[in-house]
């Protein structure tokens, strides 16, 4: 036996280190799989995130445009308009429901408010309507043409004589609104128009809370009903 080979047989067999190659597969699975896993849960957590986001904020629109409708509602006046050639109304119309109308809303509402002191009335017109983006036919507009419809706030410099939508001041309160129904509450019911058609004059159906439910773009509904004086 040579020095080598007594060196060897002193110090014991030789254990060779390291993994396998099937050791180092598993091992990339395993991993692989950890990582796989931790993404969609991070994704996951992310989507989430967002869509309640999302929510929250359409919440808080939907909050802001009830309260702007709330606090027109309160203030509505029995003042009547004139049309535009000065005539007077055959019927009360400080407030007009007509739901199949283009502007389903229209009344009329106290407490404008006049910082600066101008020789104005404090009353205002007032309407509300479901339709496109005011830009809708702008060209140049990133809302030309587009499908998207909102609820659209319509106010006039004057009471008599206001009603048209090219002299109004618009004001886009709410998104993604499909359409609107208003009723109006009375002694006698709830009516879909007002003023009523076959009305008495001697007992007249005053309104007394309107009723309002907005189908959204999602086919969810919103419902309010706000109580009038």
Same mark, same amino acid.
């Given at each position: 036996?040579?020095?080598?080979?007594?060196?060897?047989?002193?110090?014991?067999?030789?254990?060779?280190?390291?993994?396998?190659?099937?050791? +180092?597969?598993?091992?990339?699975?395993?991993?692989?799989?950890?990582?796989?896993?931790?993404?969609?849960?991070?994704?996951?957590?992310?989507?989430?995130?967002?869509?309640?986001?999302?929510?929250?904020?359409?919440?808080?629109?939907?909050?802001?445009?009830?309260?702007?409708?709330?606090?027109?509602?309160?203030?509505?006046?029995?003042?009547?308009?004139?049309?535009?050639?000065?005539?007077?109304?055959?019927?009360?119309?400080?407030?007009?429901?007509?739901? @199949?109308?283009?502007?389903?809303?229209?009344?009329?509402?106290?407490?404008?408010?006049?910082?600066?002191?101008?020789?104005?009335?404090?009353?205002?017109?007032?309407?509300?309507?479901?339709?496109?983006?005011? @830009?809708?036919?702008?060209? @140049?507009?990133?809302?030309?043409?587009?499908?998207?419809?909102?609820?659209?706030?319509?106010?006039?410099?004057?009471?008599?004589?206001?009603?048209?939508?090219?002299?109004?001041?618009?004001?886009? +309160?709410?998104?993604?609104?499909?359409?609107?129904?208003?009723?109006?509450?009375?002694?006698?019911?709830?009516?879909?128009?007002?003023? +009523?058609?076959?009305?008495?004059?001697?007992?007249?159906?005053?309104?007394?809370?309107?009723?309002?439910?907005?189908?959204?773009? @999602?086919?969810?509904?919103?419902?309010?009903?706000?109580?009038?004086?």
């Amino acid at each position: 036996m040579n020095r080598r080979s007594q060196l060897i047989e002193a110090r014991g067999p030789v254990l060779e280190g390291g993994f396998t190659l099937m050791e +180092v597969l598993v091992a990339i699975s395993i991993f692989a799989l950890i990582g796989v896993a931790s993404y969609r849960v991070l994704s996951s957590v992310m989507e989430t995130d967002k869509r309640v986001a999302a929510r929250v904020e359409q919440m808080r629109a939907v909050n802001r445009a009830f309260w702007l409708l709330q606090q027109d509602v309160e203030q509505l006046m029995q003042r009547n308009v004139r049309d535009v050639g000065g005539a007077v109304a055959a019927k009360p119309n400080y407030l007009l429901v007509q739901n @199949d109308a283009e502007i389903p809303l229209q009344f009329t509402r106290g407490g404008r408010a006049n910082p600066l002191g101008l020789p104005r009335s404090a009353m205002q017109r007032v309407a509300y309507a479901v339709a496109h983006h005011p @830009d809708y036919d702008k060209p @140049d507009s990133p809302h030309y043409h587009e499908e998207r419809k909102y609820l659209l706030r319509y106010t006039w410099p004057m009471l008599d004589g206001s009603g048209d939508k090219t002299q109004a001041q618009i004001q886009i +309160v709410l998104p993604d609104i499909d359409s609107m129904s208003i009723g109006v509450l009375t002694k006698q019911g709830t009516q879909q128009s007002w003023p +009523v058609a076959n009305s008495n004059s001697s007992d007249p159906q005053l309104p007394l809370a309107l009723q309002l439910d907005f189908t959204l773009a @999602d086919s969810s509904h919103l419902k309010r009903s706000y109580k009038i004086w």
